[in-house]
């Protein structure tokens, strides 16, 4: 569980954007698995991600986005 | 700055709420790009508003289809309301794609392209049909020169936007939803975001989705007659600098003195509003003929007494007055603005009248007119040059009209302010403030003794003198040392009232009673049994002629008035707690 923190604030932030308070994140989360994440409110959760971590993440990386963990990935090379 | 606008996620969230009670409004939205973000934008101010907009988003990049079909969604729907948002984004695709005659051509023929689709809307429904203008972009082909080339897409996309305008004036129910100049205010990077475009095809960005929403909001609500007509004015520290009662017509920062210009922007912008027929008003606590010298003497003062429709300035609360205005003027609150810089005016304001508008003005006067432009609170849909006639007709309404009180639940409110007042005897911390106050003050002033510093730290130190300096804050702010008093003994027995002082900021707060209460604990722990205060009047102390009576005092002849510090006092509550 490296990226047990970084959940627990992804949860908050998907949470609120997709105003459902039972959303649970692990690394292994997908849009399958949560009614709401559709592909609008990817681009809500996109934006939404990037003001919460104070950074700006490329068309490139966010297209290779498969799971949440692969947003952890993401969020902590631009904190390292 | 504080920006007016509420965040979109909130705005999505609303569309959570039951609808089925509010007003219906029909919608249909257009857009030559991705809408649905901001078709959930539009529908969730619309929530905010109270009002159900009942909105058919017709599929990506289907303008056309959906107008020319005369068997489309869009007339089967049956809308009260086109909204057709066409983007720059695209229109330089299309730009590009033309000659060089073709592109001299580009914005007539967009512009007679929009005709088209408005002429074949209102033959086939009865709607209104909102067009988007265009953002002006610099697509960086010519630079500054694109101005001498026709060719150029900024040269074309600005004829356009232009030309957009003069549609709007030939047709009566072509309205134009003016995004360039939100955008303009917003800033183009605010507005637009690489990643949803990128992946979405959405040309505005997530937080500038409410900026749309509202201004789309307001073009409907006044087309369908919901505007403001009025906007009523505080005096001191909103339509001049300074306080006209403690400074004087000539200290009063209007024109040339210190934050002068401010004011004066401000006031040019009234008097525009004015001229265009919207009523203006006035509502402060002052002495009438006080307050009125301002309009008529000061020779850098935009707004005149003409100007005004209703003037009220007198001390009772401004509850009650801009009741006694809407009286006069016979128009809903929901139809009226209100402006004063005191937060706690506002507050008392909004809670005595919910359907009112009352800006949060910010704290630095130089940022009144910027914020109250942005909030575009006075959006209309007609005007005629008669519109501006309509001042003298309600000033002369207001002559036949007399004040009617109407009282509102003001303990209730002063309750809920949970009140707190610091009391203590003067210190090396309160002296500076005293001896300005002493200095200053003209109109909460009984005696108009003036202090200097050094008189003052005197008074403190020496035996025979009493000293109270009181400090008030409620919740939602300090306001600091507010008032003081200065006692000493007189004769035997008798405590004499040598100087009680207040700023005008805290009056019709029980804090007259709350400081005699004090003023009688010191008497009684000192061992007085009398205390009597005397009232000289001033030019400008009219305000507390009747001070010592209403508080309960014996009136001893030659404005000298007595009270027992045993006798029982008025039944009056209370709502300030000693901190």
Not at chain 2, 148 to 164: D, E, G, P, R
Not at chain 2, 394 to 406: F, P
Not at chain 2, 439 to 463: G, P, W
Request: glycine share 6%; with cysteine; hydrophobic share 40%.
């Amino acid at each position: 569980m490296a990226y047990e923190q970084l959940l627990e604030e992804l949860t908050g932030i998907f949470r609120d954007v997709l105003d459902n308070d039972s959303i649970v994140l692990t690394e292994e989360t997908t849009a399958n698995d949560i009614e709401e994440w559709d592909s609008i409110s990817h681009i809500q959760l996109v934006v939404a991600v990037e003001k919460h971590f104070k950074t700006k993440f490329s068309n490139g990386e966010i297209q290779k986005w498969r799971k949440v963990g692969d947003m952890c990935v993401s969020i902590e090379e631009k904190k390292s | 700055m504080n920006t007016p606008v509420i965040e979109f996620n909130r705005l999505k969230k609303n569309l959570k709420k039951d609808l089925s009670s509010q007003k219906e409004v029909r919608i249909a939205l257009l857009a030559d790009t991705a809408s649905q973000m901001l078709t959930q934008a539009i529908k969730g101010y619309g929530i905010e508003q109270h009002v159900h907009y009942n909105i058919f988003e017709a599929d990506y990049n289907q303008i056309e289809r959906q107008v020319f079909d005369p068997a489309s969604e869009l007339y089967a729907f049956a809308p009260q309301f086109v909204l057709i948002f066409r983007s720059s984004e695209k229109l330089v695709k299309e730009f590009y794609k033309k000659d060089v005659p073709a592109k001299e051509a580009f914005a007539s023929h967009i512009a007679a392209h929009t005709a088209q689709l408005y002429e074949t809307i209102t033959e086939r429904t009865g709607a209104k049909v909102i067009f988007s203008n265009y953002t002006e972009i610099n697509d960086g082909v010519f630079g500054n020169y694109a101005s001498k080339v026709k060719s150029s897409f900024v040269y074309q996309v600005k004829k356009l936007n232009l030309l957009l305008m003069d549609l709007s004036q030939s047709y009566k129910n072509f309205f134009l939803n003016d995004i360039a100049s939100l955008i303009q205010q917003t800033g183009y990077h605010f507005s637009f975001d690489v990643k949803p475009y990128i992946n979405a095809e959405m040309v505005y960005s997530i937080d500038f989705l409410p900026y749309v929403a509202k201004n789309t909001y307001d073009i409907i609500a006044a087309i369908s007659g919901s505007f403001k007509k009025c906007v009523i004015l505080d005096l001191d520290n909103t339509t001049w600098g300074g306080i006209i009662g403690d400074d004087g017509l000539e200290g009063i920062q209007v024109g040339s003195l210190g934050l002068g210009k401010a004011f004066t922007e401000l006031q040019l912008w009234v008097k525009e509003l004015r001229k265009r027929g919207v009523i203006v008003a006035v509502c402060s606590k002052n002495t009438d003929e006080i307050a009125r010298e301002p309009f008529i003497q000061h020779p850098e003062m935009v707004l005149r007494l003409d100007d005004i429709a209703v003037f009220v300035a007198n001390w009772e609360t401004k509850v009650d007055n801009i009741r006694h205005i809407q009286s006069i003027l016979n128009i809903g609150f929901d139809a009226m603005v209100f402006l004063d810089d005191n937060s706690f005016e506002r507050e008392m304001v909004k809670q005595g009248i919910p359907d009112i508008t009352v800006p949060e003005l910010p704290e630095d006067p130089s940022e009144y007119l910027l914020y109250l432009r942005q909030l575009n609170l006075f959006e209309t849909a007609s005007f005629t040059e008669e519109d501006g006639a309509r001042t003298q007709q309600y000033q002369e309404e207001a002559m036949r009209t007399t004040l009617q009180k109407s009282f509102t639940s003001e303990n209730d409110f002063l309750e809920s302010l949970d009140m707190e007042c610091e009391v203590k005897a003067f210190d090396a911390f309160t002296i500076p403030r005293i001896a300005q106050l002493s200095q200053r003050s003209n109109q909460f002033n009984l005696r108009t003794v003036r202090y200097t510093d050094a008189e003052v730290t005197a008074t403190s130190a020496s035996e025979a003198h009493h000293t109270l300096s009181f400090s008030l804050r409620d919740k939602y702010g300090d306001y600091g040392l507010i008032a003081y008093v200065i006692l000493h003994e007189q004769e035997a027995g008798t405590l004499f009232i040598d100087s009680w002082v207040m700023s005008c900021r805290v009056l019709k707060r029980g804090m007259e009673r709350f400081t005699l209460e004090r003023i009688l604990a010191v008497a009684k722990e000192k061992g007085f049994n009398r205390v009597t205060g005397e009232y000289i009047p001033t030019k400008k102390n009219g305000l507390v002629r009747e001070h010592y009576a209403s508080l309960g005092f014996s009136d001893g002849g030659n404005n000298l008035w007595h009270i027992d510090t045993g006798s029982p006092l008025t039944e009056q509550p209370i709502f300030i707690t000693v901190k």
